[in-house]
């Protein structure tokens, strides 16, 4: 059986590291001391600011040991994690892993779920520097993960004024149709869907982010104010406006939205599955949404994946978060995404 | 009924925390931008470097809910976690709270667990400055820690020489004899065990953090290496000199060790609780483990809580961690202490 410093030594091979022994002898800004010790050691450079963020991801809440592969559930707790570095127009550098499992889980499961870490590390350019492990019923992942970005140039909610024009990156609500399909299929079926139907699950299972798209937009300071699109666009359109302190109106036919093929138009049915709302409501996606000051549109134009965003609709004076209809009828737009609270 | 956004103010009401609005203003180095971000900013000043680890502190593994009041939860969580600062030398500044909690703790034990957070905050230096909050089964809690140290005084696990001679702070075992005490009583008495013998039960519910002697020993490069006894002093100084590449031998009779009292001598019996086993293996004390050469000596005298210090013995060459008795007969000290996967 492992102790804690053969699980702590399978982690640090398993994904992108900095240890103890290299590290030291590196001399220029960078983590100086990483893995090993009793907390890692950074020494800044000059010309970055540093972005700090975390979060959970809870077998039983946000998965399901039985049911999602090991290699996505370690994929997307990194890839979740990380969103909010670019969503602050910042670059993705090293992370913290606070990781707990049951015995049962320090075999191949924890193999499977660090190769799956290992390939989000590499994607998002991540190295591993520290972290925590201990034993619990379920498998519990927290992570801390830290970017860096120009100094001043850090992106936040706040800075959207009226006349912007509001943009979201990919299509919304696909996230929300993999879940709705894992959760229809049996538990011995999980595999097979998988395999069969690996394109429409991917942003459910191996969620992409925009992390070259979300550091242009800050390095170039296109955008006046940015969130990532984790709760649901209703919900993060609305903490994107609290916070700048405006209104803002969308237009629902303009919503990039999934697309739900035939294959899956039984399943539609029974759940009353409407893209349009999974495209408000539904979260998970991970897609980026900013404001773009009207005289920026011309930057935005040279932005990596601009062919990936849609201008939604634009940020007004006032409070309010308005949808319009195609006939131009607006309503509230109430936040009805996620909260695990409620 | 709560939702995150409600909870999200809780908490940033509830400990000293950083948050969006006031931070903003402020130009000099710290922290620009606190909670209620996706990410907090953090402009690094010239004159330190950053040190940072993370803790998991979970129901059921580390405490009990049912039993362990929640105040002192909410200081333990966050005193362990910021053990590893003072560890490097370095002294605390921010830390970071990922918390997953059941609806019914969201209420008076949410109040109560943020009131030992705050006390525990103000007495270790700390402001919140971002988290996550979920809901889970049971309670969880996941700490981020931000420290800062003199460029280049950062004091690692690495550096122990031959000759240096081995220091530890406090008594040993005190936490393990408050765990007894905790086990043994009946689940309706631990109120009143609490009030009758808060003494005795201190360094288990709210452990007391070297900060200012870890800082000392830092800044004034007074340790060569330095490990925190949260695993149990076996475990951690075999961490430290295989860190080192050295080896160690301590004197049983100078370890200081927990006293237990008359009213305790029935449990000690019935556990068979020894004090030099519980000073060598006992976890969860947070006491300071250091080496510090002999030139140094002088300056050491020098520093905070130099009175509760003990030389227990010094580094050697080789790698073998020595234990002599008090006829000079030495036995290899084996690490015994706490292994979450044991």
Redesign the interface.
């Known amino acids: 059986?492992?102790?804690?410093?053969?699980?702590i030594e399978k982690l640090a091979l398993g994904v992108p590291s900095i240890g103890?022994r290299a590290a030291?002898r590196i001399a220029a800004p960078g983590v100086?001391?990483g893995i090993?010790?009793?907390?890692?050691?950074?020494?800044?450079g000059?010309n970055?600011?540093?972005?700090?963020?975390?979060?959970?991801f809870?077998e039983?809440?946000?998965f399901l040991a039985g049911r999602h592969p090991a290699d996505a559930v370690g994929y997307k707790a990194l890839a979740r994690a990380t969103s909010?570095?670019p969503?602050?127009g910042?670059k993705p550098r090293w992370f913290?892993l606070?990781l707990?499992l049951p015995?049962i889980r320090?075999g191949d499961w924890l193999a499977d779920f660090l190769r799956g870490m290992r390939r989000a590390a590499r994607e998002l350019g991540l190295q591993l520097?520290?972290?925590?492990?201990?034993?619990?019923?379920s498998v519990?992942s927290?992570i801390?993960v830290?970017?860096e970005?120009a100094?001043g140039h850090?992106v936040?909610?706040?800075g959207a004024r009226p006349g912007d024009v509001l943009y979201v990156s990919g299509r919304l609500g696909r996230a929300q149709l993999g879940l709705e399909m894992m959760r229809n299929s049996a538990a011995g079926e999980t595999a097979s869907l998988i395999r069969r139907e690996s394109g429409l699950l991917r942003q459910h299972l191996y969620p992409r982010i925009r992390t070259r798209l979300g550091e242009r937009l800050g390095n170039r300071r296109i955008a006046s104010a940015?969130?990532?699109v984790s709760d649901g666009l209703s919900t993060d359109l609305g903490h994107l406006c609290a916070?700048s302190g405006v209104g803002a109106r969308i237009w629902a036919e303009r919503v990039p939205r999934v697309e739900i093929p035939a294959s899956q138009s039984k399943l539609a049915c029974k759940r009353k599955l409407d893209p349009l709302q999974m495209a408000l409501h539904g979260g998970d996606d991970y897609e980026l949404l900013f404001a773009v000051p009207r005289r920026r549109a011309k930057e935005l134009r040279r932005a990596p994946e601009f062919r990936d965003l849609t201008a939604i609709g634009e940020i007004e004076r006032g409070s309010r978060v308005l949808l319009l209809d195609a006939d131009g009828r607006a309503k509230p737009l109430r936040p009805r995404g996620w909260?695990?609270?409620?």
């Open positions: 059986m492992d102790g804690e410093d053969q699980l103890t030291r100086q001391l090993g010790d009793d907390a890692a050691v950074i020494v800044p000059r970055a600011d540093f972005v700090i963020t975390c979060d959970a809870l039983g809440v946000h909010d570095i969503a602050m910042a913290l606070t707990a015995q320090t520097i520290g972290g925590d492990t201990t034993r619990f019923a519990l927290s801390t830290l970017g970005v100094p850090a936040t909610r706040a940015m969130i990532d916070a909260d695990p609270f409620r």
